[in-house]
């Protein structure tokens, strides 16, 4: 079975500090991961995603991802962050297995920056 | 380069009756792929369209459906509306059914829905 699991719901962070945002996933088959990011009012934007090369994926705006199949986890983060980075944060799965093309989108992470 | 644009961006319809959306994908693109997500939740995967064909369907009662015409446009069009329809309808366009596992999508921005 396909799953994805968001473990916060909320995340809060003052500007200039570190960003992680945790995603667990379940897939029989070999996934493709990736992280959106909505703003509010906005379409979802592609941020990475990791496509089986390299396992520490980089994207846009400062963001990375690593790939850890063991703990079956690919948590999004960020050295430094921005207020511009207030948004809503989605992990995605995707595979392609005997029942087909499935992707699933996790419930969100709502990450809140604080001047 | 075009993005995915969708039409209208906000609508409001009484119970009971019918709505259609709009989507034009991405210069290039030619599959669609329709999402509703409710208030405070993440994305629910409606349906696929590839060659004005359903590719594939996610858990959405009948009065859901949709169409894809020859320039790769796509319409969703949802029957006797229910309150609980009210969300936004979020369009999805990439190339090919399988390349999204390489590419991910590219989202519009959305039709806001409102059940009154």
């Known amino acids: 079975a396909q799953s994805v699991t968001q473990l916060d719901s909320h995340v809060s962070v003052s500007e200039g500090t570190p960003v992680l945002l945790r995603c667990n996933y379940s897939s029989s088959y070999s996934p493709s991961l990736f992280w959106y990011v909505q703003h509010p009012n906005k379409g979802l934007q592609l941020l990475l995603k990791y496509t089986s090369a390299a396992t520490l994926v980089k994207g846009i705006n400062g963001f990375e991802a690593e790939f850890k199949k063991s703990e079956t986890s690919f948590h999004l983060t960020k050295p430094s962050a921005h207020m511009s980075d207030a948004a809503e944060y989605f992990c995605?799965?995707?595979?392609?297995?005997?029942?087909?093309?499935?992707?699933?989108f996790g419930a969100g992470t709502r990450l809140f920056v604080k001047a | 380069d075009a993005g995915v644009t969708q039409s209208p961006t906000h609508l409001i319809k009484t119970r009971g009756q019918q709505v259609t959306l709009r989507c034009s994908p991405k210069s290039g693109h030619d599959t669609v792929s329709w999402y509703q997500q409710a208030l405070g939740q993440g994305p629910q995967f409606i349906f696929q369209?590839?060659?004005?064909?359903?590719?594939q369907r996610g858990n959405f009662p009948d009065r859901f459906s949709g169409h894809q015409f020859p320039n790769y446009s796509s319409e969703l069009n949802v029957n006797a509306l229910l309150l609980g329809d009210s969300a936004l309808y979020l369009c999805?366009?990439?190339?090919?059914?399988?390349?999204?596992?390489?590419?991910?999508?590219?989202f519009g921005s959305g039709t806001r829905l409102t059940v009154v």
């Open positions: 995605v799965v995707s595979d392609l297995g005997a029942g087909g093309f499935k992707t699933i």
């Open positions: 369209y590839y060659e004005e064909e359903e590719r």
């Open positions: 999805a366009s990439s190339l090919g059914v399988g390349q999204s596992l390489n590419y991910g999508y590219t």
